[in-house]
């Protein structure tokens, strides 16, 4: 299995600014998404991370507004831009295992609120 | 697009009974991933099916799948205040996972 590190674990930011999320997996994997849940929710995939290309964006997230990147295999960071309150939620950041079972594993996630 | 539904959405269950929560799915997939989620935590796999048939077990909780109804099915046995957290399902398709709305358990002793 994949132990996967993110950090800033919480954080409270100001409308305007903007928060760069990192994440750090401990072996090798295959995919990496990150995805946001509002409070009780379930997972909305943002967009999957790309090694050394622009990452895959779903329909409703644009790269202007959650920029990432993924420089390597086992690293990636998402920045959400211009934070206004409605960004407040949960951001995980997520790999897919070279195993068969393809398993998807999760970092503890971002706590993020903006006031 | 893939649609997952979990019913229920929301169990409140006597310690000691059984119940099971069913995962539905609108497409054809022969991958499905459950998940436990505790309050303010990130989620833990709990269990990988990866065939028509497949039945996992761990402690009071069993899984299976049937991807010719494409459902899968989490049931608990003997429940205990433990198990209380939510249980998401995922399916994966076309190399993206997609999960269900989620079944928040409540173990009442």
Redesign the interface.
């Known amino acids: 299995s994949a132990v996967i590190s993110q950090k800033p674990s919480r954080d409270i930011c100001q409308r305007g600014t903007s928060l760069t999320i990192q994440c750090q997996v401990d072996s090798q994997v295959t995919m990496m998404f990150w995805y946001r849940q509002q409070p009780g929710q379930s997972l909305t995939l943002i967009a999957t991370a790309n090694q050394g290309s622009e990452a895959t964006y779903e329909s409703g997230f644009v790269i202007d507004k959650f920029p990432i990147s993924r420089p390597n295999l086992t690293f990636s960071t998402l920045t959400v831009s211009n934070m206004s309150p409605e960004d407040s939620s949960i951001y995980l950041c997520s790999a897919r295992g070279v195993e068969n079972s393809g398993e998807l594993f999760f970092g503890e996630g971002s706590r993020l609120t903006v006031l | 697009e893939l649609k997952v539904e979990q019913n229920p959405l929301f169990l409140s269950m006597q310690e000691g009974k059984n119940y099971t929560i069913y995962c539905n799915y609108s497409t054809t997939s022969d ?1 499905l ?1 459950w998940y436990r989620q505790d309050p303010g ?5 709990l269990f ?1 099916l ?1 065939s028509n048939g497949a039945v996992k077990q761990e402690g009071r909780l069993m899984a299976s799948l049937d991807t010719k109804a494409r459902l899968s099915t989490l049931h608990i046995t003997a429940a205990v205040h433990d198990l209380s957290a939510t249980y ?1 399902c ?1 399916v ?1 398709w076309r ?3 997609y ?4 079944t ?1 358990l409540t173990v009442i002793p």
């Open positions: 991958r991933y935590k990130s989620l833990e796999s990988v990866l998401f995922a994966l190399n993206q996972f999960f269900g709305t989620g928040s």
